[in-house]
């Protein structure tokens, strides 16, 4: 059996992003960059309609602002894990300061970016995440056939 033939193969587009800011132009604006890149990224508004979200459409990685009108983008990202507990979420914000972005990567955010966003930084950051999701995909699919392979020869007689 040839090692691609198990590897997962995912191309940008099956990456699923979900943009959750309040702000309305702004999202809009993320969501485009996005698509322009080949995304398909979904997008909330709230916390609540990024819980809803997620429980309907598992995504790979959120971008989520750290203010969220009378949400915390900050105790969304810790809902969010316990829902998905891979998801890599990407905090996004104009008010945040070190202290902020401290607490976020504390809590299990993967990265943090200051707005205005940076096309060319997000992109990059968006590639890096999305590597080290395929890199965890690669280890669990490999820990499979480990799995498979031993579970095979238990059962298979004992030469002779």
Do not use: W
């Amino acid at each position: 059996m040839r090692e691609e033939e198990n590897t997962p193969n995912i191309s940008q587009s099956e990456y699923r992003i979900l943009i959750v800011d309040d702000d309305l132009d702004f999202a809009a604006s993320l969501k485009l960059i996005l698509e322009n890149e080949d995304y398909h990224p979904l997008m909330a508004h709230s916390e609540e309609e990024a819980l809803e979200s997620v429980g309907e459409h598992p995504v790979d990685l959120a971008l989520l602002d750290i203010r969220l009108g009378q949400d915390d983008g900050i105790d969304l990202l810790l809902k969010l894990k316990e829902i998905q507990p891979d998801i890599l979420c990407i905090m996004v914000t104009g008010f945040g300061s070190i202290e902020t972005a401290i607490q976020a990567l504390r809590n299990g955010a993967y990265d943090y970016l200051r707005k205005p966003v940076n096309p060319g930084e997000l992109l990059a950051t968006l590639r890096r995440g999305f590597e080290k999701i395929r890199l965890i995909k690669e280890r669990q699919a490999r820990d499979i056939r480990i799995k498979k392979l031993e579970n095979d020869h238990r059962k298979s007689p004992p030469p002779g």
